[in-house]
Nanobody, 128 residues
Framework: QLRLVESGGGLVQPGGSLRLSCVAS????????IGWFRQAPGKEREGVSC????????NYADSVKGRFTISRDNAKNTVYLQMNNLKPEDTAVYYC?????????????????????WGQGTQVTVSS
């Protein structure tokens, strides 16, 4: 059964760091790009970052560029999101998602319409 399970969220002070993990099972991770999305209270879900199937292409939302780093270890069936210098506006539920395609267009975030499976989400709260 296809599953995506996120972990690593929590409460952190502004300026702090967290590393989210997304463990995939039930399918071959190597065949798919993976995206991280987030949804803050009262807001629509938005794309945060996206990585191609072999990790050669990574994209970021402007709001997180230079602070967040996406990576993957296909041998461990895991995709990561390292989040540094966190800000209160980063507070949201973070979701990883499987993209149907293995390909990611340089400079363009993965579209939600291209996602065929979502994780359950992990809460990130940035507050002093």
């Amino acid at each position: 059964q296809l599953r995506l399970v996120e972990s690593g969220g929590g409460l952190v002070q502004p300026g702090g760091s967290l590393r989210l993990s997304c463990v995939a099972s039930g399918f071959i991770l190597d065949y798919h790009a993976i995206g991280w999305f987030r949804q803050a209270p009262g807001k629509e879900r938005e794309g945060v970052s996206c990585i191609s199937s072999r990790g050669g292409i990574t994209n970021y939302a402007d709001s997180v560029k230079g602070r967040f780093t996406i990576s993957r270890d296909n041998a461990k069936n895991t995709v990561y999101l390292q989040m540094n210098n966190l800000k209160p506006e980063d507070t949201a539920v973070y979701y990883c998602a499987r993209v149907r395609s293995s390909f990611v267009r340089p400079g363009i975030l993965c579209s939600q319409s291209g996602v065929d499976s979502w994780g359950q989400g992990t809460q990130v709260t940035v507050s002093s």
